[in-house]
């Protein structure tokens, strides 16, 4: 097969056209290329999509085009200048208007994308029901989207997938501070997992719309397997969930956080997605394990830690001192 990666050297992007390239197509990857370079195997072309003429240089019939963008723009662009067989869009939960309910099938109520909104994650969940729109108009029973979970694995620049493994691999001190909240749902899919579902899809040609997901765990049995790989015999401490509002540690991701940890109700539904019907369409997971033990030896192998969400080694010695002392 012929296919183009819109993207290809940034991380999802390089890991889908890697996979293509192992199972034997013929790989292109536009991008502006700043990024890093394009998977082994794979051939760049160089390009700004915000630019005309962006798609000159890829002309020609695709058996597949897939799409990581988030830009309604870049989309639009894409869907109307290319020509191929199937179009693979990966978009993202945060399309839902309901965030809050677990356990909702693709079927549920999608965000306006023409409405305004201040909250940069609700406008980039509008911005890729746009995107979602634009495909599904012109390729309509050909189009698959991927409506994608928390991501992770190796590779994983935003520290959500990593921080856990890592932490208990380098504790501040003598205990790991983690929340009390071993019920919280959590749902990590492995990049390298949705990348071979996606371009089996595309050689299959399944289209449609799909919540690619990981399976649903409990963030205590999340954190006790990232425990285990990073080989933690020291204490945990377990710390409430308005206690750690109160000293403003962030939940999900960011600095000052502690990844995957979701307590706000009305995000409760985020990390609790049904997913049956992309496992129904072949999607396969690797074993949690594997996952955040090859995580690990990524962030081990970087240069600064925690990097993208987390607390700082002074932060958890700080939280610790003043949990010890209630």
């Known amino acids: 097969m012929r296919i183009l990666v819109l993207g290809g050297t940034a991380w999802l992007g390089r890991t889908i056209a890697a996979e293509a390239v192992g199972r034997g197509h013929e790989v292109v990857c536009l991008a502006r290329g700043e990024s890093g370079a394009v998977a082994r195997g794979a051939r760049p072309v160089v390009a700004d999509r915000d630019r005309p003429g962006a798609y000159d240089g890829v002309g020609g019939r695709w058996d597949a085009a897939v799409d990581v963008a988030r830009e309604r723009r870049h989309v639009e662009g894409a869907v109307a200048a290319l020509d191929a067989a199937r179009y693979l869009l990966v978009s993202t939960g945060n399309v839902y208007a309901d965030p809050s309910t677990p356990h909702l099938s693709e079927d549920a109520a999608l965000l306006d994308p023409d409405a305004p909104s201040a909250d940069p994650g609700e406008a980039y969940g509008r911005g890729k029901v746009a995107c979602e729109r634009a495909v599904v108009g012109r390729y309509g029973a050909r189009a698959l989207i991927a409506r994608a979970g928390l991501i992770g ?167 610790l001192r003043l949990l010890a002392a209630t």
């Open 153 to 319: 694995g190796p590779g994983d620049a935003s520290g959500r997938s990593g921080y856990w493994p890592w932490r208990f691999a380098h504790p501040s001190g003598d205990a790991v501070l983690v929340p009390d909240a071993a019920a919280r749902a959590s749902q990590l899919i492995d990049a390298r997992d949705l990348a071979a579902w996606l371009v089996r899809c595309a050689e299959d040609g399944t289209g449609g719309t799909f919540d690619a997901v990981g399976p649903e765990t409990p963030l205590g049995d999340h954190l006790a397997t990232a425990r285990l790989v990073a080989g933690h015999a020291g204490e945990v401490e377990l710390a409430p969930e308005p206690w750690l509002a109160e000293q403003r540690v962030a939940e999900w991701a960011g600095p000052r956080s502690l990844p995957l940890w979701l307590a706000d109700p009305g995000w409760q539904g985020f990390a609790a997605r049904d997913g049956s019907r992309a496992r129904a369409a072949g999607l396969v997971h690797r074993p949690l394990e594997e996952t955040l033990r090859d995580v690990l030896a990524w962030e081990e192998a970087q240069p600064a830690q925690p990097h993208g969400a987390g607390l700082t080694d002074g932060e958890e010695r700080d939280i």
